[in-house]
Each structure stands twice: as C-alpha cells, then as structure tokens.
Nanobody
Framework: QVQLVESGGALVQPGGSLRLSCVASGFSLDVYVIGWFRQAPGKEREGVSSISTTGASAYYRDSVKGRFTISRDNAKNTVYLQMDSLKPEDTAVYYC????????????????????WGQGTQVTVSS
C-alpha cells in the first residue's frame, strides 16, 4: 500500500521550533517531488514548501521563507520540514504529498498536482 505518514506536529509557543517528518511506505520516495501543504480551519489548503528528487531545488511560499527549511533523506525514505520562528498564523494541519518529478515548479504549488496524501499532523502555535 502506497502511503505517506506525517509526524512531529505539536503545540508550541510563538518563536518556537518544530520538525515535521514525512515517511513513505510501499514505494521509494526518491523518485518523487515531495511537498508540504497546510490547511487552517475555514481556509483553503495552501502549498508551503516542496523539494526536488535530489534535494537540489526547493520552493517556499513567501510567508515562510527564511523560517522554514525542507530537506530529504532518501536513504531513510523521509522528507523533513524544519520550522523555526513559528507564528500563530502557522497554525494548521500540515500534510505531505508526492508529485511527479517533471512537474516541480519553483514559483507555486497546486494541490491538484500532488497525490498520495498523508493524514496530516496538527501544528498549533499559541502562548
């Protein structure tokens, strides 16, 4: 069964840090672009960051540039999202998903271009 599983979400104070993990089972993650999305209550799902198959290229939405870092360890079949200087507006359910490598873009992420969605992990930034 092809599956992505997210973990690492938690309640954290503003200014704090979290590292999310996305682990693939049933397939080899290294042939896919992996993206992180988030969805806050009452809002549409939005692309946060994505990483190319080798890790050489990455996309970040403007609001997280300089605070979030995406990386991958293909040997562990895992993609990470390091989130620093967290803000209350980062509160959301975070999902990872897979994309065909030829569809990677440096300027935008569209949810419809991704598949094999995980179940999500809750990130809450609050004092």
């Amino acid at each position: 069964q092809v599956q992505l599983v997210e973990s690492g979400g938690a309640l954290v104070q503003p200014g704090g840090s979290l590292r999310l993990s996305c682990v693939a089972s049933g397939f080899s993650l290294d042939v896919y672009v992996i993206g992180w999305f988030r969805q806050a209550p009452g809002k549409e799902r939005e692309g946060v960051s994505s990483i190319s198959t080798t890790g050489a290229s990455a996309y970040y939405r403007d609001s997280v540039k300089g605070r979030f870092t995406i990386s991958r360890d293909n040997a562990k079949n895992t993609v990470y999202l390091q989130m620093d200087s967290l803000k209350p507006e980062d509160t959301a359910v975070y999902y990872c998903a897979a994309q065909s490598p030829h569809m990677f873009r440096h300027d935008v992420m569209f949810p419809d271009d991704f598949g094999s969605w995980g179940q999500g992990t809750q990130v809450t930034v609050s004092s």
